[in-house]
């Protein structure tokens, strides 16, 4: 048997790296001659090393099979680039099953390129919907399930989704969330992470703690106002406890084309980021180096859905600065709250975490740190 599967960007390289560990363990209980082949692609939709390399690296992730080089582009000729590539590879590889993760370009180009080919594709992380189809990431859903043989879900929601679609049972496996995976592996390395004391930051919440940020939604970052209404409620969280803020390469750019350099400081190495009125500006931090920060800091605000997942695990309180989510058990029952962009709410629900203490969520079923197991248990019994 010969399994396929795709990376593209780097929330794909968290939820890769549990599951080719659990093929890898699967080959040891199986007859020699009878392997299962696990072949991975990597389109480099991110190429950067900090947003490409590094996670390989953090995560583990063996050397990709084939590269793709494509790179960055309009929607439209990076999911062509895409598709235009992999179709050879697909050709020459043959493999019995595509496995595709999460929603990106990548993920959509190379499932459209797999169902024309008559390759059988299995998604991991379907049935997701936020129902705003001005989300790129809505669109790429929608497409993957729509030409998916084998869904694998995170929450009950997402099995609801495809059912309504007319999804047959027998094609939708409610088997928990990879990204979780990732995190209870990578528990220990975070835990021997530097970054706190490179960045002179305190984990102790008597010490006044820190605010974590990432943005890089498209409608949080293209568009002036709406960045500027974010960046005006992060430098008055700012005056009163530090704000770090990793920033996507696409975030930065925007900063600098709309000339909002005057919300931000450059760390200062010696001291580290302080309670200013200025959020401190990094570079994207890898896979450990993140997970460190995140689970010692005292509010996240985000619009990145694997975070919202993440700090629910952690029981770190996150901001979700979009008005929906296509994650509703991290609202439901973990540490997630959706304020939009809009500075006062992000302000107000700032203070309703900070004053709240830390919540204590509930796990959502089967975020586990076993999900990996169960998709390839699936497709060892469905390919
Ligand atoms: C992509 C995904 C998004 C995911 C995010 C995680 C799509 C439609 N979007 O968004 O769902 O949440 O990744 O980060 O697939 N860039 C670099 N170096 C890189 C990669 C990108 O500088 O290694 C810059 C380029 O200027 C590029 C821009 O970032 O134009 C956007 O990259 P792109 O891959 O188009 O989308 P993301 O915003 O990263």
């Known amino acids: 048997m010969k399994i396929l599967s795709v990376v593209g960007a780097r929330p794909n390289f968290v939820k890769i790296a549990p599951i080719l560990r659990a093929l890898t363990a699967a ?33 583990a992730i063996p050397t990709p099979d084939h590269t793709l080089g494509v790179g960055s582009g309009s929607h439209a000729v990076q999911t062509g680039e895409i598709m235009k590539r992999f179709e050879p590879v697909l050709i020459a590889e043959r493999p019995d099953i595509v496995l595709v993760v999460g929603d990106v370009n990548s993920t959509a180009a ?59 049972d ?36 008597d010490d006044g703690g820190y605010a974590v940020v990432t943005l890089h939604r498209p409608s949080n970052v293209d568009a002036p106002a709406a960045l500027e209404r974010v960046l005006r409620a992060l430098v008055v969280l700012a005056r009163n406890m530090p704000v770090v803020f990793p920033a996507h390469p696409r975030t930065r750019a925007r ?5 909002f350099e005057s919300y931000f400081s450059e760390l200062d190495e010696t001291r580290g980021p302080q309670a200013n009125g200025h959020v401190t500006l990094l570079g994207p931090a890898g896979y450990v180096d ?16 694997g975070i919202q997942e993440e700090t629910t695990c952690l029981g770190v309180p996150c ?65």
């Open 255 to 259: 900063i600098s084309e709309f000339g």
């Open 319 to 383: 901001l979700t600065l979009r008005e929906n989510t296509e994650r509703p058990v991290t609202v439901a029952s973990g540490t997630s709250t959706l304020v939009g962009n809009d500075s006062d709410r992000i302000l107000s629900g700032a203070a309703a975490a900070l004053g709240g203490g830390r919540q204590v969520a509930q796990v959502p079923p089967l975020w586990d740190g076993h999900a990996a197991e169960r998709i390839v248990q699936v497709l060892l019994e469905r390919v």
């Open 27 to 59: 080959n040891a209980t199986r007859p020699p001659r009878d392997p299962v082949v696990s072949v991975l692609v990597h389109t480099e939709q991110h190429y950067d090393d900090a947003m490409s390399a590094r996670f390989f690296s953090d995560l």
């Open 290 to 305: 993140f997970f460190r920060l995140m689970s010692s800091a005292r509010l996240v605000l985000t619009d990145s859905g």
């Open 170 to 205: 027998d094609h939708i496996f409610f088997v928990g969330n990879v990204m979780v995976d990732s995190l209870h592996w990578c528990r220990e390395l975070a835990r021997a992470s530097t970054i706190l004391d490179r960045l002179h930051l305190s984990a102790r919440a």
């Open 110 to 168: 190379c499932t459209l390129t797999a169902a024309k080919l008559g390759v059988r594709v299995a998604h991991v992380e379907a049935g997701l919907r936020s129902f705003d189809r001005s989300m790129p990431e809505e669109i790429n859903r929608l497409v993957t399930d729509a030409l998916s043989d084998i869904l694998f879900t995170t929450e009950v929601a997402a099995d609801e989704n495809l059912r309504r679609e007319g999804h047959p």
